[in-house]
């Protein structure tokens, strides 16, 4: 005798449903607004500095000319070392007072003076700042060794002081070196 074959096994093709988009759709309806407004509170601290060029090619033009005038440049360069800060131009390297060790060693518990620093740097750019084209400018260059903060204090440091409840500005224009 033989079976009937059922209704189930004829009926094999199943329909395909499509995913259901709209709870996702909803959830970035809500999110978008959301992210923006928030982006909006977020700021971000940066630091204004001129980077180093990439070449150092020869300047003036093919002519040949020699200008009729150079300029005086003061070229001041702040190096951090693990000694402390060097203070030097393109002509001499200021010493600390006993004339062997850095410009601003560090303290008596080993941490950089950003204090006395700040005042060396006040002496210096009310001493040339108005008397070189670039008096404004500094080059910091630091060791691998130095931590990223030491840097940005430094920076903070060369850029303004404090004194009697008012800021200075000293050195706006901010380069960067390698030693």
């Given at each position: 005798m033989?079976?009937?074959a059922?209704?189930?096994t004829?009926?094999?093709?199943?329909k395909?449903?499509?995913?259901?988009m709209l709870p996702?759709?909803?959830?970035?309806v809500?999110?978008i607004?959301?992210?923006l407004?928030?982006?909006?509170f977020?700021?971000i601290g940066?630091?204004?500095i001129?980077?180093?060029?990439?070449?150092?090619?020869?300047?003036?033009?093919?002519?040949?000319?020699?200008p009729?005038?150079?300029?005086?440049?003061?070229g001041?360069?702040l190096?951090?070392?693990?000694?402390g800060f060097?203070?030097?131009?393109?002509?001499?390297?200021i010493?600390?007072s006993t004339g062997?060790?850095p410009?601003?060693p560090?303290?008596?518990?080993?941490?950089?003076?950003y204090?006395?620093?700040?005042?060396k740097?006040l002496?210096i750019?009310?001493?040339f700042?108005?008397?070189?084209k670039?008096g404004r400018?500094i080059?910091?260059?630091?060791?691998?060794?130095?931590?990223?903060q030491?840097?940005?204090?430094?920076?903070d440091?060369?850029?303004?002081?404090?004194?009697d409840?008012?800021?200075?500005?000293?050195?706006?224009?901010?380069?960067?070196?390698k030693l």
């Open positions: 033989p079976f009937l059922s209704n189930r004829k009926n094999t093709k199943q395909v449903e499509e995913a259901n996702m759709m909803n959830l970035m809500c999110l607004p959301v992210l407004s928030a982006a909006q977020i700021k940066m630091i204004e001129d980077l180093p060029t990439g070449g150092a090619g020869a300047s003036g033009d093919a002519s040949g000319d020699v009729e005038e150079v300029e005086q440049k003061l001041l360069k190096f951090i070392t693990e000694k060097t203070i030097a131009n393109d002509r001499t390297v010493k600390d062997t060790g410009t601003v560090l303290t008596a518990d080993g941490k950089y003076d204090e006395k620093l700040g005042d740097l002496e750019s009310e001493a700042s108005n008397k070189y670039d400018s080059k910091i260059a630091a060791d691998n060794s130095i931590e990223f030491v840097l940005v204090n430094t920076i440091a060369a850029r303004t002081i404090t004194k409840d008012k800021t200075i500005p000293m050195f706006p224009q901010v380069n960067f070196g």
